[in-house]
């Protein structure tokens, strides 16, 4: 199995962050090896924009999401034995004194203001998952699309320490999102089948970066996992 995935997601976070910070640009940051990308993919390659307060990377059209679900390894959940978070070294420096969350808010939010230690002592920020309002970033958790949890019992239990660093750094990718504490502590290390976002109309958004997430990583999923997926990508057809 290629690992450029991991390699790619390494070499890009760094970068990518200083298009969040107060006083960057928020021109394009060229990837300096992208990977070939695989045929169903559809997306274009070497290049990632990323801006202040646009929110979750977008994730792949409804479509190119379907034929991802359709090609994920079904398997059943790995054992737990020998999990710890601190395995998925996180939250690291991403430029300066910004850390990954420092990032995220900054990215995430509105009118965002941050201290000298890149803090975010100021701005507003929208819950995806249960629409609540926020104005304080200590009442908000950065959420891990697919949790880490998940991820190891999906594969991730395989993977080196650099690369579990990359997954649960990934700036990228449709990975990180800043939501309410309440609801990230709710979902907890759930798939879709055990929990869903409360707000059904982040059903097609959510289903699109959890697909599209596993089958960047080669991620396994579980029967009642994809049947659920399913069911939330038919939302975005409604």
């Known amino acids: ?73 079904v398997a059943t959940p790995h054992s737990m034995n020998g999990y710890s978070r601190a395995k998925f070294p996180h939250w690291i420096k991403q430029h300066g004194e910004c850390d990954t969350r420092e990032v995220v808010l900054a990215r995430d939010g509105e009118n965002v203001q941050q201290d000298e230690k890149c803090r975010a002592i100021a701005g507003t920020w929208f819950s995806e998952y249960d629409a609540k309002v926020f104005h304080v970033s200590g009442q908000l958790d950065i959420d891990h699309i697919v949790p880490l949890a998940n991820a190891w019992r999906s594969g991730a239990d395989d993977w080196t320490t650099p690369e579990r660093r990359a997954f649960a750094n990934d700036l990228v990718h449709s990975q990180l999102i800043a939501v309410s504490a309440s609801s990230n502590r709710q979902k907890g290390d759930q798939s879709p089948d055990q929990w869903a976002p409360p707000r059904h109309a982040y059903w097609c958004t959510y289903a699109r970066a959890w697909t599209d997430v596993k089958h960047l990583y080669h991620l396994n999923v579980t029967e009642p996992e994809k049947a659920k997926l399913g069911e939330m990508l038919d939302t975005c057809e409604r």
């Open 1 to 73: 199995m290629t690992k450029a995935w991991w390699r790619r997601a390494a070499t890009t976070t760094a970068l990518i962050t200083a298009a969040v910070l107060p006083a960057a640009s928020s021109t394009a940051i060229a990837d300096p090896a992208p990977p070939p990308a695989p045929a169903q993919e559809a997306r274009p390659a070497g290049t990632t924009f990323v801006e202040p307060h646009s929110g979750l990377p977008k994730p792949p059209a409804v479509g190119v999401v379907r034929t991802e679900l359709a090609g994920l390894h």
